[in-house]
C-alpha cells in the first residue's frame, strides 16, 4: 500500500510538469504582452521593449521555461508577480487558505446532504419525495455559479441583510460563497448516491441478504451502501478538487480575496507568472484529492485493495491459483 | 443486449419498425426531453429570426426608457441603456448557440480521433495521449479557457476554441474507454478475423457503436458549454460588446442589483432554462437510446 | 404466472424442471416474498408453510422465516455474495439474526458451517473475489444451512458452474440435506439432475405446471408431450440416434401468452380444442398430474411423414396433424 502511494505521489510529478508546460505555452503565444498593460496607454515602443526586457519574456521559449523550473528547483519560487512585484508563492500562501476553507466546506456540504438524500430517494424510488428531490437536483446542476451567487446576494445580503455583500471579514461573509459553491456539488451527488443506490439494489447480493432475513435497514446501510460508495465517492472527490481550487466567478462576485480571484486578475492582466503559479498549485491540488479518492476506494472495496497490493490487476473469477484447491476438496 | 434491448428488438420485428423509430417512439414518451426538445427548437428559432420578432433593434439605446420593469412595450423590461431585454437575451442566444455548437464541434471532432486512436491501438500511443490528457484535466477547464481566451483574445471562433479545449480531456477519456470496452467484444474479433484492416473496422464498426453514448455527451456538452461562454463573458473574457451575451447581461447589470434585479434575472433564467433543457434532452436521448446506460 | 400449485413434504424432495423464462426463479422468490414490487405483483394465490400462508404473513414475521426455516440458494455464486464483506461475516450475520447468541457463538457456529462445506476456517476473513466459482457456491450453502431450515429452495444451484464442480456442488447440498432432513425444492432444467436426487418433479412451461408427480410417474409414464419434448431433447448414450429432436419454436411471450393451451403452437398433438380452450390439470393416477386435453386418453400414436411437420413449423404454420417426436425417434433408427 504505501509502495503504491508512493508511486503515485510520484506520477504526479510529470503531470504538473507538463500543466507548466501547456500554461507556459499558452501564455508565450498570447497575442497582449504584458508589457503593454502595465505600461499604460501612452507608451512608446521602447518603453514596451525595455519593460519586456525587464521582465524577462523577450527571451527565447525554451530559455524562459528552462528559467522557471530553475528556479523552482534552485530557490523553490515561482517566480515574483509582473503587476504586484511580490513573490508569487506569498501571494498564494495569503489567498490559498480562505479559498480551501470556502471550498472544504462546500464539498462537505455536499456529502452530508447530498448523499442522505440520494439514499432516500432512491429508498423511496418513485415517491414523491423522490419526484421532488430529483427535479431540484436537475434544476439546481443547470444554475449558472454566478447567477446563483447574485441571486443569493440580492436575498439574503440586499433585502433580508442577513450576511455582509461581500468581503470574508467576519464568518457571516463566508455562508453565502459556501452555498453558492456547495449548490452544484450538492444537486451532484444526490443524482450519482441515488443512482448508484438503485443500482446496487438490483444486485443478487441483496436479494441473498433478504433471503437471509436481514432487515431492510440493514439491507440499506450495511449491505447496499458500502457497495455504492465508490461512485459517491468518486463525484465528492472530484467536487472537493474542483470547489478548493476556487470558484472564480464565487470569489469574485463575492469580493474574496482567494485564489479564484488572484486567478482572475492574472489572467486579465496578462500577469504570467502568477497565472502559472495558480494553476500549478490548482493542478497539485487535483492530482492529490484525485489520489485521495483513489486511496478511499481501496478503504470500500476490498478487491480494489487488493489490486493496489500486488500493483497487478486482480485475479478473475475462477483463474486463480485457489482453484488447485478446488479438486483436493 | 439486455432485458429492454431484446425486447425492443422484438417488438421492432414484430411490428415492422425500425429501430430508429422506436427509439423515437421511446423518446417521445419522456415528456420532460419532449418538452426540452420544443424549449430548444422554439430558442434556435427565435435566434435566428430575433430581428423580426421584436420591433426593438438589440443596441438602440433609449434613454428615456431607462431600467423599466417588465411592462406591455417591453415584455422584460429594459436595461441601465434602456435596451429591450428580450430583444437582447434572443440576439444573445443566437450567439451562444453559436459559439456553443462551435465549441463543441471542435472538441467532439479531437475527441474522437485522439479517444479512437488512443483506444483502438492501445499500447505507447494510448499511453502518450492518455498522459497528455491528465495533464489537461488536472488544469480547471475554466480556468483552461480563461488563459486561452486570455492569449487569444476574443471573437466567436477564439471563444469557442477555448472552451473547446477545455473540454477535450475529459471527453476523449469518455470515448476512450467505451472504445476499449468495445474492441474486446467479439463482433470486432469476428470483423478482424475475416480480414478488415484497422481503418476499416474503425469506421464501420467502433464509431457508429460509440454513436449512442457520443450524441448523448453532445447534447450534455452543448448545455454546459452554454454555461462556460456566460461564465467567460460575464468576467470580459467572452463575447464582447456590443454583441450582447446572456453572461455579459448580467455582469452589466450587476452594479444595478440592489434597484434593478429584473436586468440580471431574465438573462440569468435564459442560461439556466437552455442549459436546463439540454440536459433534459441527453437525459431523454440517454434513455430512448440505450436502455442500459439509465442512471 | 398462473396456475402453480406445488407442494414438499417434510424431508423430500421436488424437483421443478422447465427452460429458462418459464418461470422457475419466479416461483421460488414468489415463496420468499421477494419478487420486486413493481413491476411484480401478487395477483392471488397463496403460500402454505405448516398450515400458514406466507402471503398474508406480515413483513417482520416473513423475515424471521426467512433463512431460518425456508432459505435459498441462488443460481449464480459470483454475484450472489457481496463483495466488500468477508465470507464469515456474510454467513455469520444469518446465524446472529435468526438464533440468540452471542457474537463469539455465531462466529463457532459459522466456522463449522464453513467446515461442513469443507472451506477451512481460515478462510473466513476472505473476501468471495479471493475465491474461485465453487467455494463461493460452497459458501452459498452453507449461509442457506446455516440455520437448520425446514426447505431449501436451490435456484439451479450448479447452472453457473463448471461441469467438473457441478456433481461434487450436488453431491455436497444432498449430503446436507440428508444430515438434516431438510426438504427442498430443487430448480433446474437439467432432467438428470431430477433423477438423481428427487422423490417428486414438476415441469413448468410458460409460468405454468404442466405436469407434476413422482420421479417414476414423470419419467416412465410421461404424460405430457411438452414433458416428452424435453425428454427427446437429450442426448442419450446408449441409443443410437441420427440427431436429437429438440422441441421446436420458442416459449411464449408471458405478456402475450395463447388464447388456448400455451403450449399449443409448439405441440406436435395440438388440434382445435387445444388451440381454443387451456386444458385444465387432470389427475391421471393418485398424485400424478397433467394439464392437457390429451392426457389420459391414450396419445394419438401415429407417424405422418416427418418432413411435412419441419416445413409446416418453418413456415410457422399451424400444426395441425398429429405427429409424434418421440416414436419418430424411434421410427429413425
Not at chain 2, 67 to 73: F, I, L, M, Y
Amino acid at each position: 500500500m504505501g509502495k503504491y502511494v508512493l508511486k503515485r505521489l510520484l506520477m504526479i510529478i510529470p503531470v504538473l510538469i507538463g500543466v507548466v508546460v501547456i500554461i507556459f505555452t499558452i501564455n508565450y503565444f498570447s497575442t497582449v504582452s504584458p508589457a503593454v498593460i502595465l505600461c499604460g496607454a501612452n507608451a512608446t515602443a521602447e518603453d514596451i521593449a525595455a519593460k519586456e526586457a525587464e521582465l524577462g519574456i523577450d527571451r527565447p521559449y525554451f530559455v524562459q521555461l528552462a528559467n522557471y523550473f530553475w528556479n523552482i528547483l534552485r530557490y523553490g519560487t515561482l517566480g515574483t508577480s509582473y503587476i504586484y512585484k511580490q513573490p508569487v508563492l506569498d501571494m498564494i500562501g495569503l489567498r490559498l487558505p480562505i479559498t480551501i476553507r470556502i471550498g472544504f466546506f462546500a464539498a462537505l456540504l455536499s456529502a452530508v446532504i447530498g448523499i442522505p438524500l440520494g439514499i432516500l430517494a432512491a429508498v423511496k424510488q418513485n415517491s414523491v419525495f423522490d419526484y421532488i428531490s430529483t427535479i431540484l437536483s436537475i434544476v439546481l446542476s443547470a444554475m449558472p455559479a454566478f447567477f446563483l451567487c447574485l441571486i443569493l446576494m440580492l436575498f439574503f445580503s440586499v433585502r433580508l441583510k442577513w450576511f455582509p455583500v461581500q468581503g470574508v471579514e467576519s464568518w457571516r461573509g463566508y455562508i453565502l460563497p459556501i452555498v453558492a459553491t456547495g449548490v452544484m456539488p450538492i444537486a451532484m451527488t444526490t443524482r450519482m448516491t441515488r443512482s448508484s443506490m438503485l443500482e446496487v439494489i438490483r444486485q443478487d447480493y441483496v436479494r441473498t441478504a433478504r433471503a437471509k432475513g436481514v432487515p431492510e435497514r440493514t439491507i440499506i446501510w450495511k449491505h447496499t451502501l458500502k457497495n455504492a460508495l465508490i461512485p459517491i465517492i468518486t463525484v465528492v472527490g472530484m467536487n472537493l478538487g474542483l470547489s478548493m481550487t476556487g470558484s472564480v466567478l464565487c470569489e469574485t462576485i463575492f469580493n474574496i480575496p482567494g485564489l479564484g480571484l488572484l486567478m482572475n486578475s492574472s489572467i486579465s492582466m496578462r500577469d504570467f507568472v502568477t497565472t502559472q503559479g495558480c494553476v500549478l498549485v490548482c493542478a497539485f491540488i487535483i492530482s492529490f484529492m484525485n489520489l485521495l479518492t483513489d486511496l478511499c476506494y481501496a478503504f470500500v472495496d476490498p478487491r480494489i485493495k487488493a489490486q493496489y497490493k500486488t500493483a497487478k490487476k486482480p485475479p478473475r473469477d475462477g483463474q486463480e491459483p485457489k482453484d488447485g484447491k478446488e479438486a483436493a476438496a | 443486449m439486455n432485458e429492454l434491448d431484446l425486447t425492443l428488438t422484438a417488438e421492432a420485428e414484430e411490428t415492422g419498425q425500425s429501430r430508429f423509430r422506436l427509439m423515437l417512439k421511446r423518446f417521445c414518451r419522456n415528456r420532460m426531453a419532449v418538452a426540452a426538445l420544443v424549449f430548444l427548437t422554439l430558442l434556435v428559432l427565435s435566434a435566428v429570426f430575433c430581428d423580426r420578432l421584436t420591433p426593438y433593434a438589440y443596441d438602440a439605446q433609449n434613454l428615456l426608457e431607462m431600467n423599466q420593469t417588465p411592462s406591455k412595450a417591453h415584455l422584460l423590461g429594459t436595461d441601465n441603456f434602456g435596451r429591450d431585454i428580450l430583444t437582447r437575451i434572443l440576439r444573445g442566444a443566437r450567439v451562444s448557440l453559436i459559439v456553443s455548437v462551435m465549441a463543441v464541434a471542435m472538441s467532439t471532432f479531437a475527441a474522437v480521433i485522439l479517444g479512437a486512436v488512443s483506444g483502438y491501438y492501445g499500447g505507447r500511443v494510448d499511453n502518450i495521449i492518455m498522459r497528455l490528457m491528465d495533464m489537461l484535466g488536472s488544469i480547471p477547464g475554466m480556468l483552461l479557457s480563461m488563459a486561452v481566451s486570455a492569449a487569444l483574445g476574443t471573437g466567436l471562433v477564439k471563444t469557442a476554441f477555448a472552451l473547446a479545449i477545455a473540454s477535450v480531456a475529459q471527453l476523449s477519456r469518455q470515448l476512450r474507454s467505451s472504445i476499449m470496452l468495445m474492441k474486446n467484444s467479439e463482433y470486432i474479433e469476428a470483423a478482424r478475423a475475416f480480414g478488415g484492416s484497422d481503418w476499416e473496422i474503425i469506421t464501420k464498426h467502433v464509431i457508429p457503436n460509440c454513436m449512442a453514448p457520443l450524441i448523448v455527451q453532445i447534447s450534455l456538452s452543448l448545455g454546459s458549454t452554454i454555461m462556460a461562454i456566460s461564465g467567460l463573458s460575464f468576467l470580459g473574457l467572452g463575447v464582447q460588446p456590443p454583441t450582447p451575451e446572456w453572461g455579459q447581461m448580467v455582469a452589466e447589470g450587476q452594479s444595478f442589483i440592489r434597484q434593478f434585479p429584473h436586468i440580471i434575472i431574465f438573462p440569468g433564467l435564459a442560461v439556466a432554462l437552455t442549459m436546463l433543457a439540454f440536459n433534459l434532452l441527453g437525459d431523454g436521448l440517454r434513455d430512448a437510446m440505450d436502455p442500459k446506460m439509465k442512471r | 404466472m398462473n396456475g402453480v400449485s406445488l407442494s414438499v413434504e417434510e424431508g423430500e424432495t421436488l424437483g421443478l424442471v422447465g427452460e429458462t423464462g418459464a418461470g422457475k426463479t419466479t416461483t421460488a422468490l414468489g415463496v420468499l416474498g421477494l419478487i420486486q414490487c413493481p413491476p411484480g405483483e401478487y395477483v392471488r394465490g397463496e403460500v402454505l408453510y405448516k398450515g400458514k400462508d406466507l402471503r398474508k404473513t406480515p413483513e417482520r414475521e416473513m423475515r424471521q422465516i426467512r433463512g431460518a426455516e425456508i432459505s435459498m440458494i441462488f443460481q449464480d455464486p459470483m454475484t450472489a455474495l457481496n463483495p466488500v464483506m468477508t465470507v464469515g461475516e456474510q454467513i455469520a450475520e444469518a446465524i446472529r439474526l435468526h438464533e440468540d447468541c452471542t457474537a463469539a457463538e455465531a462466529e463457532k457456529k459459522m466456522i463449522a458451517m464453513l467446515e461442513k462445506v469443507r472451506i477451512p476456517a481460515g478462510r473466513a476473513d476472505d473476501y468471495p473475489h479471493q475465491f474461485s466459482g465453487g467455494m463461493k457456491q460452497r459458501v452459498v450453502i452453507a449461509m442457506a444451512l446455516s440455520c437448520n431450515p425446514n426447505l431449501i429452495i436451490a435456484d439451479e444451484p450448479t447452472t453457473a458452474l463448471d461441469v467438473t464442480i457441478q456433481a461434487q456442488v450436488l453431491d455436497m447440498i444432498g449430503r446436507l440435506r440428508k444430515e438434516s432432513g431438510t426438504s427442498m425444492l430443487l430448480i433446474t432444467h437439467d432432467l438428470g439432475v431430477v433423477a438423481e436426487s428427487c422423490q417428486k418433479a414438476a415441469i413448468m412451461y410458460a409460468g405454468q405446471i404442466v405436469e407434476s408427480g413422482t420421479v417414476e410417474d414423470i419419467f416412465d409414464r410421461t404424460a405430457h408431450p411438452y414433458t416428452q419434448g424435453l425428454f427427446n431433447s437429450i442426448p442419450s448414450l446408449d441409443k443410437k440416434l441420427e440427431r436429437l429432436r429438440p422441441i421446436r419454436g420458442q416459449m411464449p411471450d408471458p405478456t402475450r401468452l395463447p388464447a388456448g393451451c400455451e403450449f399449443a403452437p409448439r405441440c406436435p398433438y395440438a388440434d382445435e380444442q387445444c388451440v381454443k380452450e387451456k386444458p385444465g390439470m387432470v389427475e391421471l393416477s393418485p398424485g400424478h398430474f397433467c394439464r392437457c386435453h390429451h392426457a389420459g386418453k391414450g396419445a394419438p400414436l401415429y407417424f405422418p411423414d416427418e418432413r411435412v411437420n419441419e416445413l409446416a413449423y418453418d413456415h410457422g404454420l399451424p400444426v395441425s396433424n398429429p405427429g409424434n417426436n418421440i416414436l419418430g425417434k424411434e421410427a429413425g433408427q
